[in-house]
């Protein structure tokens, strides 16, 4: 069964405008955690924000941010004023509490427009 | 870069041989991942050590096998490799197991092609 589930293969946005990568999971765990990760075309895999599945607060890193809506079970990313370097695949990922499994999206691959 | 390291870079070899990926984790971290990327699959969660255990185990196949050494270094074995075994090989290194918010640092990943 599908854990992640990331709907938009691709996206595009215009530099300095805000866009949000959509993410939903799907687990019966209370206790679990969400990440989002940014692959650019290098291949490497970097990690941008966590959230917690008990954090009432949305994570917030710099530009990135993390909009739970945990009875709708997403966790969507928002990229506010996009820079041409945030080019990239975004993937979207789950760990859950049982069996300590992580989980990873097919990706969005996202495009910055100047 | 992450600080974890991964050798070699790239490797092609051919059908029904065997391969060792190797990872050495960021300094201090005790925990070992390895994903396997490829176009149809996505990235895949294949096994996790720590501290020379085994502790999670994910869509990995059993002709491939992996361990940590004392030295907390990794490796991959792939053996009766496939064509469809092609595909970026991910190590990640993070420092504890137990808690849910463990920062995973990615190696830069060995792209293997199997012919």
């Known amino acids: 069964a599908q854990k992640i589930t990331q709907t938009q293969p691709g996206m595009f946005v215009q530099e300095k405008e805000a866009v949000t990568l959509d993410c939903t999971y799907d687990t019966s765990d209370q206790s679990y955690g969400l990440f989002w990760y940014k692959q650019p075309s290098s291949g490497e895999m970097i990690f941008l924000i966590y959230?917690?599945?008990?954090?009432?607060q949305n994570a917030t890193e710099g530009r990135y941010s993390l909009n739970f809506q945990k009875a709708r079970k997403s966790a969507n990313l928002v990229i506010s004023a996009s820079q041409l370097g945030d080019s990239a695949m975004y993937f979207c990922a789950m760990r859950r509490n049982t069996g300590n499994q992580f989980y990873f999206g097919t990706g969005t691959s996202l495009t910055v427009i100047p | 870069d992450s600080g974890v390291t991964q050798t070699p870079k790239h490797l092609i070899t051919a059908t029904g041989q065997r391969v060792t990926l190797r990872c050495s984790p960021r300094?201090?971290?005790?925990?070992v991942y390895w994903y396997q990327q490829s176009l149809d699959q996505g990235l895949q969660f294949l096994i996790q050590y720590y501290n020379g255990e085994e502790r999670a185990k994910g869509n990995i196949l059993e002709r491939f096998s992996a361990q940590q050494f004392p030295d907390l270094h990794s490796e991959l074995n792939l053996s009766s490799l496939e064509l469809g075994d092609s595909a970026l090989y991910f190590c990640?290194?993070?420092?504890?197991?137990?808690?849910?918010?463990?920062?995973?640092?990615f190696g830069p990943g060995t792209r293997l092609t199997v012919l």
């Open positions: 300094s201090g971290d005790l925990s």
């Open positions: 990640a290194s993070s420092v504890e197991v137990v808690s849910l918010y463990n920062e995973q640092f």
């Open positions: 959230q917690g599945s008990y954090d009432e």
